[in-house]
């Protein structure tokens, strides 16, 4: 009788801790009863996930492999980075994402997959019980060793993309799933392809988009949810400090590289770089704040753009300058609007994009900050567009994005608007260039090809791109879904080693 009551003990503390929260994961389980049970644990500090599991296969009629996953709803993305842990005992191995019908074994499912010899194919099961066909049910990807793996789901169709590291995400391929409910679980998994074996994945960067329509309007139907994250751009690994169901933007890296700066709500907000308590900082009546804003390079001063009303040229953003831990903001620019862009290395002046004599064209613009006559840099001609003006750290150059090749790409300039020189030479619509503190780098935004190329719209499967100041080929640095507001403003870490940005999560 001990025995007995024993085991129904043990039983229970297994099914209750299969049933914790792992990471973002509410489901930690094994599907199809493999002979050796697997397990997942989350490093909330790395923010790295750790799946081990054995099982026959994914394939034929029925499946065996440890699951990590949650319940979802409508359209989403999934992206991560996927590794094996050591060498393993089978090339047929498997790690990836899945999304399934529901728990039963034989039913339907689609999968991202990186094999152990580093195949990497989309796969699935078209109706509960079907046998999975070679090669009816799968579509190869061209190269092996992809690493970076994503599966979304548009409606009926499952989208399979994948990148080597510092690469844009390649289209693998689609399949429409019919059978696959409104409701399906969705997730990690690993399968050692050997019944008596465990095999173990490290995962990291893992995120879970709901993504919205291209007419989604937030006014009407409400901001999507937000993270704050950080990001060591030599390893690529990525934190997420903060989240909220609703709007934030455009971080700036605190000079003692202890604190990020962002707006939201109209105010200025700092929060340790591992996250904590939010502290608003003082800025007097200007509390209509938009995402530009800016800290000197000597750490003392804060650049603001604050709509208000005012006598000449009405309402609009100005630019206004306050000392970093906060005050009674200085008025820089009387007309509206102008949007803070950049400070001069000598800290006395500043950069702003505005438009001017009733035209609809943005131009870049410097002045002092003690206000004055302000100085045109840009000629802009009908149709064209530039913005996120910046000096690099040494001031012998403005870096700005422009769209005067006929998509948006990254130019820089001398400090007085001559010598204008085009850097990015691709099909993304490229914004928002941001120099590394040491000079070295220059971090930015890159849209999808097929957007209006002046513009830069929130809730998009963008990339955040590196590339060196002295020339060179740009790699990407992150995979996300965002946009406006996502990296508008520098945000680099005085070491020159970090990142920050906001990604968008859905609605919850």
């Not at 804060?302 to 005050?327: D, F």
């Not at 513009?455 to 020339?471: A, D, E, I, Q, W």
Request: with cysteine; charged share 20%; hydrophobic share 35%.
């Amino acid at each position: 009788m001990k025995y007995l009551i024993f085991f129904l003990l043990c039983f229970n503390l297994s099914s209750l801790f299969a049933q914790l929260p792992t990471g973002i994961f509410s489901n930690n389980k094994d599907i199809g009863n493999p002979k050796i049970s697997g397990s997942a644990n989350y490093n909330s500090e790395t923010q790295e996930y750790l799946i081990g599991g054995s099982g026959y296969n994914i394939w034929f009629e029925r499946d065996e492999f440890h699951y990590l996953y949650n319940e979802l709803e409508g359209d989403f993305i999934l992206t991560a980075n996927f590794s094996f842990v050591e060498k393993g005992t089978d090339p047929n191995r498997k790690i990836g994402w899945m999304v399934r019908a529901s728990e039963e074994e034989n039913d339907a499912h689609c999968s991202a997959v990186l094999h152990g010899d580093g195949l990497t194919v989309m796969q699935w099961r078209p109706l509960k019980g079907a046998f999975m066909r070679d090669p009816e049910d799968e579509r190869f990807a061209p190269k092996p060793n992809y690493q970076i793996l994503q599966l979304e789901r548009k409606g009926k169709k499952m989208i399979f993309r994948a990148a080597h590291i510092g690469e844009p995400l390649q289209l693998i391929g689609s399949q429409v799933m019919e059978s696959l409910p409104e409701k399906v679980f969705a997730g990690l998994f690993v399968n050692s392809h050997n019944p008596d074996v465990i095999e173990k994945a490290k995962i990291w960067n893992v995120r879970i988009d709901q993504p919205v329509s291209d007419d989604y309007d937030p006014g009407q139907e409400g901001w999507l949810g937000c993270r704050l994250e950080t990001m060591n751009i030599f390893n690529g690994e990525r934190k997420i400090i903060y989240e909220k169901n609703d709007r934030f933007e455009a971080p700036n890296w605190m000079t003692d590289g202890r604190k990020l700066l962002f707006n939201m709500d109209g105010s200025l907000y700092k929060i340790p770089i591992e996250g904590g308590n939010l502290e608003k900082l003082n800025t007097d009546f200007a509390d209509n704040l938009n995402n530009d804003h800016g800290i000197s390079f000597d750490g003392k001063m804060l650049a603001i753009s604050h709509h208000s009303q005012m006598q000449k040229g009405g309402g609009g953003s100005r630019v206004y300058v306050l000392p970093l831990e906060g005050g009674t903001p200085q008025l820089v620019t009387e007309e509206a609007p102008s949007y803070w862009h950049g400070w001069a290395p000598n800290n006395n002046e500043v950069l702003y994009v505005a438009q001017r004599s009733g035209s609809h064209v943005f131009n870049i613009y410097k002045n002092s900050i003690d206000g004055g006559k302000e100085v045109a840099l840009t000629n802009s001609q009908p149709g064209e567009h530039v913005d996120g003006c910046e000096f690099s750290p040494d001031g012998k150059y403005i870096y700005y994005n422009g769209s005067k090749s006929g998509t948006m790409q990254l130019w820089r300039m001398k400090p007085d608007g001559s010598d204008h020189e085009q850097l990015t030479f691709d099909e993304y619509n490229d914004w928002f260039p941001h120099i590394s503190p040491d000079g070295k780098w220059i971090a930015f935004i890159s849209f999808p090809a097929d957007i209006e190329f002046n513009s830069h719209p929130s809730y998009k499967r963008v990339m955040l791109r590196l590339m060196p100041t002295s020339g060179g080929a740009p790699q990407v640095i992150a995979y996300l879904y965002g946009g406006q507001g996502t990296i508008n403003v520098p945000s680099w870490s005085p070491d020159s080693k970090h990142i920050a940005f906001v990604s968008n999560s859905g609605k919850k």
